[in-house]
């Protein structure tokens, strides 16, 4: 992978990206995703933030190689304190955990103001970005399965707005399942859901034969329930 030719990942994150806007890049790593975008000229100016220091450089070197200093600026530090407020008008957060996406968003919403467009890609637990955008005025306005070297990822695109609006048949299918992915309900939707339902089950297998806690009986109670709607939707696909 190099910026002419990025990972089928993250070229499906960049289909979302609007021509023209101001783009910042969060955990660039090495920047290839605005490295390309600003060479095939969907986007004149970018920000490559990378908190940790070696991917950084990486970054800072890519960037240099491909001649683009005056259309990158590659800075260090941690999630959205690399921007400004009113600098970009789109965010690009790729390869994390869902929870550690929404807690960048959360730590840096005052610099989400101006910002037209949010484009996610968990690698776990796209429901604790779709909660966070939900409760802050986000709505979602689509999302991407794909699969890739044998991995599955979620890409979710929001925009400010009504943010029950994608919500309307059931707030907790759509949460957990994306409401877009479960309308479309293609086939590495369903090998995801069933990899996940089996681990849950064989989880669900092990607590019961631990200790009966409280913290233990809750557990139980979230999985039988997230079991059931696997199957539910699985099923309804299947009939």
Not at 8 to 34: M, N, Q
Not at 87 to 96: H, S
Not at 179 to 191: A, H, Q, S, T, V
Not at 206 to 218: I, M, Q, V, Y
Request: hydrophobic residues 40%.
């Amino acid at each position: 992978m190099n910026s002419e030719k990025l990972s089928y990942r993250l070229e499906t994150v960049t289909k979302y990206i609007p021509h023209g806007y101001r783009l910042a890049d969060i955990g660039s790593d090495h920047a290839y995703l605005p490295c390309h975008v600003v060479q095939k000229g969907i986007v004149a100016w970018a920000v490559a933030g990378e908190v940790v220091e070696g991917p950084f450089q990486s970054a800072k070197r890519q960037v240099e190689e491909e001649g683009l200093i005056d259309q990158i600026s590659v800075r260090k530090g941690d999630g959205l304190d690399v921007i400004e407020v009113g600098e970009v008008d789109c965010i690009t957060i790729a390869g994390m955990g869902g929870a550690l996406i929404a807690s960048i968003l959360e730590k840096g919403k005052d610099k989400l103001v101006d910002v037209k467009r949010l484009i996610l890609q968990p690698n776990i637990s796209a429901i604790s970005i779709r909660v966070w955008l939900m409760e802050n005025g986000w709505v979602l306005i689509s999302e991407e399965i794909i699969e890739e070297d044998g991995k599955i990822y979620e890409v979710l695109v929001a925009e400010q707005g009504d943010e029950q609006s994608a919500y309307q048949k059931n707030l907790e299918k759509g949460l957990l399942f994306g409401p877009f992915l479960l309308d479309e309900c293609n086939e590495i939707f369903k090998k995801k859901w069933k990899a996940e339902s089996k681990n849950w089950k064989s989880i669900l297998a092990k607590l019961e034969h631990a200790s009966d806690t409280p913290e233990n009986r809750l557990k139980k109670e979230e999985l039988i329930r997230k079991i059931s709607l696997a199957e539910e939707v699985l099923e309804n696909e299947e009939g």
